[in-house]
């Protein structure tokens, strides 16, 4: 049955207009944003069948481009459009947080960083510079490395932050293949930099690690040396 033939208050859609967004699960949000489905799959059966595929809609928005259009039913279109959306949620975030709203709360500095580096394939390292008020002043991925390591230069990240006119660092990097468990360089790293911010009147606020299907913040943990 073709999604138009449903009820109306199961349609996709018309759920999320009559009873709000949050109400939607993930694979009705999905279905939205595909439109259509085919000949055999109706739009929320095709989002499903991707969910399950994929293991979420986090995993399938940052699966390469190859394993998606692999997929029956999605072409490059349908493939675009889902770009699309992860880049209006990442551009979203952005618009908010430098236009006043405060990184004062670790998850939300865990889902920003989580939708920069999300689809990252070699391990990056981010640095945001903010300022007293925990606004975002810049974000930048400055070091990019391989599928399992990333150098960092000290040097280059503070000077990048006092370049910005940042009062406090959060830094970032990824685990594509991996968990977010810190390794003991990734803790080294930390207590390196945090004493070299001290020097300069930086504050290291929180070091956060994307992994392959989670996020940890060292803050929120209290990893070493927080």
Known sequence: MAIKDWHQEDRPREKLLNLGPEQLTDAEILAIFLRTGTKQQSALELARSLIDHFGGIAELLAAPQEAVL?????????????????????????????SGHSLNRSQMVKDYITTQLRRETNEVFAVLCLDNGLNLLDFKIMFVGGISSCSICIKQVLRHGLEQGASQLIVAHNHPNQNATPSSADIHLTETL????????????????VGRNDTLSFAETGTPPF
């Open 194 to 209: 945090k004493a070299a911010c001290q020097t300069i009147d930086l504050i290291l606020v929180d070091h956060i690690i």
């Open 70 to 98: 692999s997929c029956h039913g999605i072409g490059t279109a349908k493939y675009a459009q889902l770009l699309a959306s992860l880049e209006m949620g990442k551009r979203y975030l952005a618009s908010e947080l430098k």
